[in-house]
């Protein structure tokens, strides 16, 4: 690619080659061009994994707002297996990565086994409790009788078949530390499409298939998920991808799984910190009234739609990262970086121009309550005024994971956001009495100061000497 711009024919080329999975070197060449190659799969992956969540609210909210209630108190605690599968996920990329960089594709083989190895085991546990104490789990959450009589099935089966969930994040995560950022994106299509179809057929029932309301949803997201995975085992045996597995490499390497773990304690940090952060500011906000929870609410879930591209060209910088590291080019690795910030930055631009114009329009396609459009409106607003500062912030916190330095960004997000946001939100919205917009203003500044720091850690560049 050269640096003029690209014609229609040469994008569509491009796209093609993209969703194609067809093996590529991201050592060599354009940097620009592995930046796109790897970006689109990840991109439309990530919009995959935002749809899952979406098709089963749509369907379930046509059961009972108790079997809504249910995903809800049970998705609280699956986010403690998601803190764990992208604490691992992100080792593997690393560690797989930097395997792939230094062409020792046996390396990267044996660090796959061993990452589902340690996902099956997380699982297994988590499994036992789920399936018999699926009621107990619910009435800690806070679950009324009548709520837990009618969903306790959906969290006996998600839970006990979370090793679908752990092994999918986990399996794709090597897929794209490979560089094989299409086969994860069509496990996820995959899945997507089997969960679409199936949660209609059992959740209400057809024919023969009894209705099984709100559990209908667990079993079809379960049968989705599971189907993917093994579509991703085949791959993996069969070596349509750049990791192949045999049978010689299903053996435990305890030193290869002692790295992952120490590698993953980091990204699960940072999940935890940053998933523990937004329950306090929650929590904050539910002070000024349900119209302002709601309208905050609605803001945050179109932003998290609208940062999907940004998460993938994030995860595209952290792939580049760690092959450019184990091919012993540190300058590559660290143009990657710069370039796909610079990207990034471009289409949260344009973004933030569209939210600072048009935020009660958009907030009102969901609702047409005036208080939550306008609090939704602010929200949106006063966000959108750092999304160029958050397109850098992302990139370069998720090329740290990259390069197998989860430490760093964990001591980044703890400072700014347990150390300097809930703080902030606390006394700017309650004690000195700014309302919502203290909380809004808390959240621009902390992302502000995560990219700042971030960006003057990566400078110093220690992360070029990371060890996995």
Known sequence: MSRSIITIKQFVSLFKLAVSGKPQDFTTGSIRKAVFLLSVPMILEMLMESIFAVVDIFFVSKVSVNAVATIGLTESVVTLIYAVAIGLSMAATAIVARRIGEKDTEGASQAAVQVIFLGIAVAAIISVIGILFPKEILQLMGGEPDLIAEGY????????????????????????????????????????????????????????????????????????????????????????????????????????MLNLIKVSLGGIGQFLIGTSSWVFLMRIMSEFGSEVLAGYTIAIRVMMFTLMPAWGMSNAAATLVGQNLGAQLPYRAEHSVWKTGKYCAYFMGLVSIGYLLFAPDIIAWFTQEPNVIENG????????????????????????????????????????????????????ALSLDFGPLGVFLAILFAEILISTMAIIWFKKGKWKLTKV
Do not use: E
């Open 153 to 256: 099935g959906y969290t006996q089966i998600l839970l006990g078949g979370n090793v679908t969930i752990m092994l999918l994040f986990l399996i794709n995560a090597i897929f794209r530390g490979a560089g094989d950022a299409s086969i994860a994106m069509w496990s996820l299509i995959l899945s997507n499409g089997l969960n679409i179809i199936l949660d209609p057929l059992l959740i209400f029932g057809f024919g023969p298939i009894p209705a099984y309301g709100v559990t209908g949803a667990a079993i079809a997201t379960t049968i989705g998920r599971g189907s993917a995975v093994i579509f991703q085992i085949v791959i993996l045996f069969y070596g349509w991808s750049k990791i192949k597995v045999t049978f010689k490499d299903i053996v435990l390497r305890i030193g290869v």
């Open 377 to 428: 409106s602010l929200c949106l607003r006063v966000m959108a005024a750092g999304y160029v500062f958050y397109a850098y912030g992302m990139v370069v916190i998720n090329s740290f994971n990259g390069a197998g330095d989860t430490v760093t960004p964990t001591l980044i997000n703890f400072i700014c956001f347990w150390l300097f946001q809930l703080p902030f939100a606390y006394v700017m």
